[in-house]
């Protein structure tokens, strides 16, 4: 494998199926004289060997003639990339011209998450989580909710089935135990992989009970009862 760019702290990620036929009609040109074709990211959409020595440039991958797609491996840093090259070879050599494609990275997280608790017993929990969906569902399959003990997803916890995309709220069941949790975070999920980073709100969990019960018996026969029970109600209602 080849690799210019082994130094990169970014966070961005970039995970997607290239379809060679797409990039380039030219790419199936003169195709018996073909043996495979060769998958770069560079940082320019100049031609490879301008790149080499003054741009970013990674060997992704190779794919025989057939075989018009070459998969990513999901959480592939992007930075400092920003285009694909695809070049064609045959079994004397490369060809120097590649079709090029500019990467669009998608972002598709939730917003606006909250969490009404109607559970009321303290440690348990029971609810809805709402969110905001993305501007774009258009590749998403399904959110997916967990308990977790920070807002990064940290020691999570599944809670409930995968929500479909459409319905932008989930059901966490009663007398779910709170535990050490302190978040609800929300993930979108693709064909291909849960997305990273979630989308979190933090929560208090409280009790809401009555309080002072007091009960004055009128029923004045033994082995019965009648009269009035009184309470204070919570503070919270």
């Keep these: ?5 082994v130094s990169n702290d970014s966070n961005e990620t970039h995970s997607d199926n290239i379809s060679l036929g797409t990039l380039s009609d030219d790419i199936v040109s003169y195709k018996d004289n073909i043996s495979h074709a060769r998958l770069t990211l560079t940082t320019t959409p100049v031609l490879i060997d301008e790149c080499r020595g003054k741009f970013f440039v990674r060997y992704v991958g190779l794919s025989s003639v057939g075989n018009n797609e070459i998969t990513l491996p999901v959480d592939t840093t992007l930075s400092p990339f920003t285009h694909f090259f695809v070049y064609t070879a045959s079994s004397l050599v490369e060809q120097t011209t590649p079709a090029k494609h500019l990467v669009f990275d998608i972002d598709a997280s939730v917003s606006k998450v909250s969490y009404r608790g109607l559970d009321l017993d303290l440690g348990d929990l ?7 969906p993305p501007d774009s569902t258009l590749h998403l399959k399904s959110y997916v909710v967990y308990l977790a003990r920070n807002a990064f997803g940290a020691f999570r916890s599944k809670v409930g089935l995968d929500v479909v995309v459409g319905t932008n709220v989930g059901q966490v069941p009663a007398d779910t135990p709170r535990s050490l949790f302190t978040h609800f975070v929300v993930y979108t999920r693709s064909e291909l992989v849960e997305q990273t980073t979630p989308s979190a709100i933090g929560f208090l969990d409280i009790t809401s009970s009555v309080s002072n019960v007091s009960f004055i018996d009128f029923d004045l026969d033994l082995g019965q009862l009648g009269g009035s029970i009184k309470w204070n109600a919570p503070q919270d209602t």
């Design 126 to 132: 029971g609810g809805l989580v709402h969110w905001e």
């Design 1 to 5: 494998v080849e690799l210019w760019n």
